[in-house]
């Protein structure tokens, strides 16, 4: 029998508890034999056993990867298997469920179980005579159940075994959840006969995408494996007399060759259990990988119309940095592939241009800015990069003098640096606020954007709303990653995932909330009458952050 895949020991040894709360032999379902097999095809090998899994509901995989990791450590010595779950009550069920093949192996395979705390099984002799366990030992493996989010979860151990349940759901935790996962992969040899199994349903741009996105691209040891909710037998019921499909129901059985009867259940499934939601069905059971991220997590912008700009938009014309000139104060452009500055429009002579940016905070975030020709509200440039505020000073002054002066709009939430700086240097186009002076409470003209309570969900809002007219406005790739990973929290207050960057959307919003201090025509160009009616309409609907 192979030492770490063993469909004959599930079969034979191990009971399962089904819905209507029967204990019966466990029988893999057809879902479960293709995960088995792709496993064992891994063990045969002779490679370790790395799998990511992206899954519909309820198709039974934590229960075959708890069968697994119970047969590693009731049949092998020293083997230390961990299995972290999304929430408290999820890390009880798949304790519960390993204590229950425990509870029922026959007796002849039966290993000596050392009692313990917590939700932890440890095969170990149970006896208080100290000679009694030198001379019979046991198995000394164990099987430890935790929850995510919790400081230093198997940064202390050496591990076999590995089964990370609902990974894309994981709180951030003390640790960061990126950070708590680095660790526990840490823990475990790139041996053969151990394990890693990481699943999920999807939940958004997050880093359970990004994780599999690597392994579809071969750019980790990871096989990345997906079923389909169609692949659950257990999805299909009789189709109700007089039915008729919708062209939406009848695609979807031609593309997937799908039964009436499956067709049936996806209609009651939507009906019963999504609340009539199409999308939540899409998320909760997938019919293919890009299906599951698209329509899963709570993203700000339109994931779909985002993906669809960043595979069209074109790279940037030119890339690079200003440098100090030949004369005082002067800057030059200097071309360099890896430069903060990316160009996607030269500068037209006579154009309007805005700048808006974001700067580094305490810290965490990156330097940005981002630049649109206003005349067209297309983006014109963008920089990103983490430097000091001078140097980020020096960069936004050329250029924002090398798009026509542009209107230059600084977050000054952190530090008013940037913008004091720019006085300093003579840069003649500053974005104006109004604030309340601290002492007379009179109004005043302040230079810089605040992002507050106020003007961030009004900036925020005008960009989603801008994106979802204008995408094709939109060039930075980069920018566009950010938008898929910008999303609403439990709050529901939009900001990055845990461990992603706001920095380029935010800079984004400033820059659009910010051009209605400047013009919106070249120089020189005539304008009608009825097409003054309308700029001032448009900056009127600007100013209310209506476009």
């Keep these: 029998m192979n030492p770490c895949i063993a469909m004959d020991y599930i079969e034979n040894c191990l009971k399962i508890k089904t819905k209507s709360g029967t204990v019966v ?4 379902n057809d879902a479960q034999r293709k995960l088995y097999a792709v496993a064992k095809r891994q063990q045969d090998a002779g490679k370790p056993v790395r799998l990511i899994i992206l899954k519909a509901r309820q198709l039974g995989f934590s229960t075959l990867t708890e069968g697994l990791i119970f047969h590693a450590c009731a049949t092998r010595k020293n083997v230390n298997a961990l299995i972290v779950a999304h929430r408290e009550d999820a890390t009880a069920n798949l304790f519960r469920m390993s204590k229950l093949f425990y509870d029922e192996l026959p007796a002849p395979v039966k290993p000596m179980l050392r009692a313990s ?10 006896s208080k005579l100290r000679s009694e366990r030198e001379a019979r030992p046991g198995l000394r493996s164990r ?9 230093g979860i198997g940064r202390s151990d050496t591990l076999q075994c590995v089964h990370l349940s609902e990974y894309a759901f994981w709180p951030d935790g003390a640790d960061g959840k990126a950070s708590t996962l680095a660790g526990i992969l840490q823990a475990v040899p790139s041996l053969p006969g ?15 995408k990004e994780r599999w996105d690597a392994a579809v691209a071969g750019e980790n040891d990871f096989e990345p494996v997906f079923f389909a909710w169609f692949e659950n037998p257990d999805y299909s019921m009789p189709v109700v007399p007089g039915t008729e499909w919708t062209p939406e129901e009848r695609e979807m059985r031609d593309a997937y060759r799908l039964t009436d009867e499956q067709l049936q259940w996806r209609r009651w499934c939507i009906a019963n259990n999504c609340g009539g939601s199409r999308d ?20 700000v912008f339109d994931n779909a119309l985002v993906i669809r700009r960043r595979e069209e938009a074109a790279p940037p014309v030119r890339r690079g940095r200003f440098v100090p000139g030949d004369k005082d104060g002067e800057s030059v452009w200097q071309d360099d592939d890896a430069g903060e500055i990316c160009i996607y429009r030269e500068c037209e002579p006579g154009h309007p241009y805005v700048l808006g940016g974001d700067t580094a905070g ?18 014109a440039a963008s920089l990103r990069r983490r430097f000091s505020e001078p140097e980020y000073v020096r960069q936004v002054y050329a250029l924002g003098k090398h798009y026509n002066d542009a209107l230059v709009a600084l977050e ?19 974005y104006r606020r109004e604030r309340e002076d601290t002492f007379t409470h009179r109004l005043r003209e302040s230079c810089g954007f605040r992002t507050d309570r106020q003007t961030r969900p009004r900036a925020i ?10 995408p094709e406005w939109f060039s930075d790739r980069e920018l566009l990653g950010k938008m898929l990973t910008f999303c609403y929290n439990e709050d529901h207050r939009p900001e990055a995932l845990a461990g992603k960057h706001d920095d380029l959307v935010m800079a984004a919003a400033i820059c659009y909330a910010a051009r209605h201090q400047q013009r919106m025509t070249a120089a020189g160009a005539p304008v009608s009458r009825e097409e003054a009616v309308r700029q001032k309409e448009r900056r009127r609907r600007i100013r209310r952050g209506r476009i």
Aim: with cysteine; charged share 20%.
């Design 194 to 208: 151990t394990m890693v199994v990481i699943e999920s349903t999807a939940n958004g741009f997050e880093d359970f």
């Design 461 to 470: 809002a005008n960009l989603v709303e801008v994106f979802s007219l204008h």
């Design 412 to 430: 000054t939430n952190f530090s008013t640096y940037p913008v004091m700086k720019l006085m300093e240097l003579g840069y003649p186009n500053q």
């Design 117 to 126: 705390n917590a939700q932890e099984l440890v095969f170990e002799n149970p």
């Design 280 to 299: 939540m069905f899409r998320q909760e059971y997938p019919a293919n990988p890009d299906e599951a991220f698209l329509h899963s997590g709570s993203g």
């Design 362 to 379: 305490e810290g965490s975030d990156w330097f940005t800015a981002h630049v649109i020709d206003n005349s067209t509200g297309e983006q």
């Design 25 to 28: 032999p466990f029988r893999l």
């Design 143 to 151: 099987i430890r159940c935790a929850t995510a989010g919790g400081r």
